[in-house]
């Protein structure tokens, strides 16, 4: 049977069936996001293939985080989705709860940018201005050097993602935040740029 290449409505809708929990769609959102803007600097023609990898990479997480990437094959397998979407989302828990190693450039992309997403919003929030529209890849820095401050996030993840990539980590943080600021308004973090900082 020839499996259904998704559109982005049908992605989004799958989303939110296994996913209520605001925080969780906002996380799809912003790596969506990363995703479309990181295939536009890779010059790549599916961009929109990149975009719905991006929004269903944590699909079961809310409801089985204890399966979390394994459960999500068998979800996209019963909706028929193509082996090289189900593989790239499975590959962004490589070593932590998958063994499917991230090979092609969409994954080493979404790999690495996943937990910097979760590591950009913590640092927007703790601002003045609570937005990230005036985000600075050092304060995201001065952040990462403070392994306290969101603990959760694993650091190593995005260094060795960005390592994969042959990119400078410093140039992968500019440009998730980049792409970021783009949907600012729609994850809640346009923050009110007027204040003094």
Not at 176 to 183: C, D, E, F, L, P
Request: hydrophobic share 40%; proline share 3%.
């Amino acid at each position: 049977m020839k499996a259904n290449v998704p559109n982005r409505k049908d992605a989004y809708e799958l989303l939110k069936k296994y996913n209520k929990d605001e925080g969780h769609i906002k996380h799809g959102l912003a790596v969506e996001a990363v995703m479309i803007h990181f295939a536009k600097l890779f010059n790549e023609e599916d961009i929109e293939k990149w975009g719905i990898v991006g929004l269903v990479h944590d699909l079961d997480y809310e409801i089985y985080p204890d399966e979390h990437c394994k459960k999500t094959r068998e979800i996209l397998m019963e909706e028929n989705w193509p082996e090289d979407y189900i593989r790239a989302i499975e590959s962004h828990g490589w070593k932590i709860c998958s063994d499917v190693e991230p090979l092609e450039t969409m994954e080493k992309v979404l790999y690495t940018i996943d937990e910097l997403t979760g590591l950009i919003i913590a640092t927007a929030l703790v601002r003045p201005s609570k937005s990230l529209l005036d985000l600075k890849v050092k304060s995201v820095k001065k952040k990462w050097k403070d392994k306290s401050f969101a603990a959760g996030v694993n650091r190593e993840v995005v260094a060795n993602g960005a390592e994969m990539l042959g990119m400078d980590l410093n140039k992968v943080i500019e440009e998730t935040i980049k792409a970021m600021q783009g949907i600012a308004e729609e994850i809640g973090l346009k923050g009110s740029i007027d204040k003094k900082h």
